[in-house]
C-alpha cells in the first residue's frame, strides 16, 4: 500500500512545529513528509511501522524518522474508544536544521544521527526518559524558550547511546513512487495552491478519479471532507500571520488565506479556535506583553 502524503505546516515566525494529537486521530495512517519527525508515545500500546519495519511500542517509545519515510503508530484499543493524548510530536525541514548547522557548528554533531534516521532510529527509554519533560513543555512554549528546548532536546539525542535503527539497509523511500498515486498529487495541489479557489471536481482531475471516487479516497486518507480539511489549513495559515504580523488586518488575512468572505472567516475560525481572530490577536499581545515584563 502506497503511503499517503502529509501535509505539514510549519508557522510563519516558527523553525519547526511542536503538537501533540489523541486517538484515533487523522494523521494516524501510514504516510510520509519531507520533514523530519521525532515521534514521542505518551500512552497506549500498539504496532508501529517505519520503512520495512514493524515493531511492538508501549509509553516511552521515540523514534526519529527522517524525511520521506513512510511511517504509522497504531494503538490498541477497543472498538469506538478515543483516548485525549497519546503522542507528543517535534517536525522540521531538512533546510532548517542543514542551515542551523552552518550557523552553530556545533551542531556538527548531530549530523550522523540525521543521517541514520533516513531508517528510523529507536531511542532507548533511558533517553526518552530524558526527553519527555522537555517535550511536554515544548508543546505550549514560546518565543527564545523553544528555542531553548530544541536545543536540549537535540543535545540529547546527538549523545545518546544504543540506538536502533528500524528499516532494512536495503529500504530506500521513493517519494517521486508516492507522488504518482492521484490522492498524493491531490494533497501536493493543496499544499502549493491552498490560497487558491479550487474545488473537487478540479482535484478529481488531478488524482485521475471521478468527483464521487474522489470525495470517498479524500475522506478516507484524511479522516475529513475537502472542505474541513481546507478550511483548517487555511485557519492555521491564519493564525501564523496573525502571529507573525501585527500590522495585518483581519480583512486582508481573511482574503490572503484564502475565503473570500470576512464573516465566514470570523465564524470558521471560531469554530476551529474557539474565539473569533481578533480575541486571538489580543490574547497573543498580552502574552507577549507579559513576557517582555517578566
Same mark, same amino acid.
Given at each position: 500500500?502506497?503511503?499517503?502524503?502529509?501535509?505539514?505546516?510549519?508557522?510563519?515566525?516558527?523553525?519547526?512545529?511542536?503538537?501533540?494529537?489523541?486517538?484515533?486521530?487523522?494523521?494516524?495512517?501510514?504516510?510520509?513528509?519531507?520533514?523530519?519527525?521525532?515521534?514521542?508515545?505518551?500512552?497506549?500500546?500498539?504496532?508501529?511501522?517505519?520503512?520495512?519495519?514493524?515493531?511492538?511500542?508501549?509509553?516511552? @517509545?521515540?523514534? !526519529?524518522?527522517?524525511?520521506?519515510?513512510?511511517?504509522?503508530?497504531?494503538? =490498541?484499543?477497543?472498538?469506538? $474508544? +478515543? *483516548?485525549?493524548?497519546?503522542?507528543?510530536?517535534?517536525?522540521?525541514?531538512?533546510?532548517?536544521?542543514?542551515?542551523?548547522?552552518?550557523?552553530?557548528?556545533?551542531?556538527?554533531?548531530?549530523?550522523?544521527?540525521?543521517?541514520?534516521?533516513?531508517?528510523?532510529?529507536?531511542?532507548?527509554?533511558?533517553?526518552?526518559?530524558?526527553?519527555?519533560?522537555?517535550?511536554?513543555?515544548?508543546?505550549?512554549?514560546?518565543?527564545?524558550?523553544?528555542?531553548?528546548?530544541?536545543?536540549?532536546?537535540?543535545?540529547?539525542?546527538?549523545?545518546?547511546?544504543?540506538?536502533?535503527?528500524?528499516?532494512?539497509?536495503?529500504?530506500?523511500?521513493?517519494?517521486?513512487?508516492?507522488?504518482?498515486?492521484?490522492? @498524493?498529487?491531490? !494533497?501536493?495541489?493543496?499544499?502549493?495552491?491552498?490560497?487558491?479557489?479550487? =474545488?473537487?471536481?478540479?482535484? $478529481? +482531475? *488531478?488524482?485521475?478519479?471521478?468527483?464521487?471516487?474522489?470525495?470517498?479516497?479524500?475522506?478516507?486518507?484524511?479522516?475529513?471532507?475537502?472542505?474541513?480539511?481546507?478550511?483548517?489549513?487555511?485557519?492555521?495559515?491564519?493564525?501564523?500571520?496573525?502571529?507573525?504580523?501585527?500590522?495585518?488586518?483581519?480583512?486582508?488575512?481573511?482574503?490572503?488565506?484564502?475565503?473570500?468572505?470576512?464573516?465566514?472567516?470570523?465564524?470558521?475560525?471560531?469554530?476551529?479556535?474557539?474565539?473569533?481572530?481578533?480575541?486571538?490577536?489580543?490574547?497573543?499581545?498580552?502574552?507577549?506583553?507579559?513576557?517582555?515584563?517578566?
Amino acid at each position: 500500500m502506497e503511503p499517503d502524503l502529509e501535509v505539514v505546516q510549519i508557522r510563519r515566525g516558527e523553525s519547526f512545529t511542536a503538537w501533540s494529537h489523541g486517538y484515533p486521530f487523522h494523521t494516524v495512517r501510514w504516510h510520509f513528509h519531507p520533514e523530519y519527525e521525532l515521534h514521542l508515545v505518551v500512552s497506549t500500546t500498539g504496532r508501529y511501522f517505519v520503512g520495512d519495519f514493524i515493531g511492538e511500542f508501549e509509553p516511552g @517509545n521515540l523514534v !526519529l524518522t527522517g524525511p520521506n519515510l513512510p511511517h504509522n503508530w497504531v494503538s =490498541d484499543l477497543p472498538e469506538g $474508544a +478515543s *483516548i485525549p493524548l497519546r503522542g507528543r510530536v517535534i517536525q522540521f525541514s531538512e533546510r532548517f536544521i542543514d542551515e542551523t548547522m552552518k550557523v552553530l557548528p556545533e551542531l556538527a554533531t548531530l549530523a550522523p544521527l540525521l543521517e541514520t534516521s533516513r531508517r528510523g532510529v529507536l531511542f532507548p527509554p533511558e533517553v526518552a526518559g530524558q526527553i519527555s519533560p522537555l517535550m511536554s513543555e515544548l508543546m505550549e512554549a514560546q518565543g527564545v524558550r523553544r528555542i531553548e528546548l530544541f536545543m536540549a532536546i537535540a543535545g540529547a539525542l546527538s549523545r545518546a547511546k544504543g540506538v536502533d535503527m528500524l528499516a532494512s539497509p536495503s529500504y530506500l523511500p521513493d517519494p517521486s513512487g508516492y507522488m504518482s498515486v492521484g490522492i @498524493n498529487k491531490a !494533497l501536493a495541489y493543496i499544499r502549493e495552491n491552498l490560497t487558491q479557489q479550487f =474545488d473537487e471536481t478540479d482535484l $478529481a +482531475s *488531478i488524482a485521475g478519479q471521478s468527483t464521487g471516487a474522489f470525495s470517498r479516497t479524500f475522506r478516507k486518507h484524511t479522516g475529513m471532507s475537502l472542505v474541513q480539511y481546507v478550511k483548517r489549513l487555511r485557519i492555521n495559515l491564519a493564525c501564523q500571520i496573525l502571529m507573525s504580523d501585527e500590522q495585518a488586518s483581519i480583512t486582508d488575512i481573511c482574503f490572503e488565506v484564502g475565503f473570500n468572505n470576512l464573516s465566514n472567516f470570523n465564524r470558521q475560525f471560531l469554530a476551529e479556535k474557539g474565539m473569533p481572530p481578533s480575541r486571538f490577536r489580543r490574547l497573543l499581545a498580552d502574552n507577549i506583553d507579559a513576557m517582555r515584563a517578566a
